[in-house]
């Protein structure tokens, strides 16, 4: 990614977050101008009937043959949808009777991500009588399949598969995070800790972003605790994001802010350890100056280097 956008000129990839932030919202939506429906400062194609044409939210509209899209009428092949049965089921998802449809946007960065163009596509795996969503943004359901935006997505047992705390879920078989499963997994037991952690009956298990970092090695399963910010502990050994990081009085490890976190003999900032850094006095700033952030009786820190000796 950043490489292709060292070949486009500092104006260019300007104008494009300019045009990505600005254009992001819905600031007009459906309105009427010198007797013509427009959308987003567009004229709606003027070959379609238009007749009774009435906004049903800031995304969706329809008359008595079509149904719209940011002003783009909705069709499969050659066969519009069907206006009398349509159901908004969220900003990106609709369906009628006989079709279930996942609307958006997307940009390109041929175009210097610049245009916004709508697309809207049939979901043909989708049974339109059991659709619905599972959550506020691109998952949702129907009775055989999980699907991600217009995607079937595999999951073990869709029937029991429900949505948990911070991206992970489960079914009666198996763990999931990002949608993704977690090989292994117990679903039945199968439980949250944090963002970071979850755990099953037997295992505990880490995840970061969108990866799945699999089950801790060696871990005191029924002394293991969460701290905060990917920090752990199981009374033994510290960890950070998954690894272990320290095997000295793991038990007093305690997060501070920033990325800082200490045990009684040992200070550490995001995972790595600080070795100049005295533990029973280190404390961070109450206030951040932007140079100095944590002090101890040896000198200053910042970002978890020290940059001034005590005097």
């Not at 990866?211 to 293991?224: A, H, M, P, Q, R």
């Not at 920033?258 to 550490?268: D, E, H, L």
Request: hydrophobic share 35%.
């Amino acid at each position: 990614m950043l490489g292709q956008l060292k070949k486009y000129p500092p104006w260019v990839i300007l104008m494009g977050i300019i045009s990505f932030l600005f254009g992001c919202g819905n600031e007009s939506a459906y309105y009427k101008k010198k007797g013509k429906w427009h959308y987003d400062g567009v004229v709606i194609d003027s070959q379609h009937a238009l007749i009774n044409f009435t906004p049903i939210d800031d995304y969706f509209a329809k008359d008595a043959h079509y149904v719209y899209y940011r002003g783009t009428p909705i069709f499969n092949g050659n066969d519009a949808s069907d206006s009398a049965s349509f159901q908004i089921l969220s900003k990106y998802y609709a369906k009628d009777k006989s079709m279930v449809f996942f609307c958006d946007t997307e940009r390109d960065s041929k175009e210097y991500w610049s245009i916004k163009r709508t697309v809207i596509k049939k979901i043909r795996d989708a049974d339109p009588a059991s659709f619905r969503m599972m959550s506020d943004g691109y998952l949702a359901r129907d009775k055989s399949h999980l699907f991600r935006q217009d995607k079937v997505v595999p999951v073990q047992d869709i029937d029991s598969f429900v949505l948990l705390d911070h991206f992970f879920a489960k079914d009666k078989l198996r763990g999931y995070y990002r949608e993704n499963e977690i090989a292994g997994s117990d679903g039945l037991s199968f439980t949250p800790l944090d963002a970071h952690y979850a755990k099953d009956r037997t295992k505990i298990y880490y995840v970061d972003g969108f990866t799945i970092g699999g089950s801790l090695k060696g871990v005191s399963y029924d002394n293991f605790k969460v701290v905060e910010q990917g920090y752990a502990l199981d009374g033994i050994k510290a960890y950070y994001h998954g690894d272990v990081i320290s095997k000295e009085d793991a038990a007093s490890l305690q997060y501070l802010a920033m990325g800082y976190a200490k045990t009684s003999r040992q200070v550490f900032y995001y995972g790595k350890l600080i070795k100049a850094a005295d533990a029973p006095s280190f404390a961070m700033l109450e206030r951040f100056d932007g140079k100095v952030d944590a002090t101890d009786k040896n000198g200053q820190y910042n970002a978890g280097e020290r940059i001034k000796a005590a005097s």
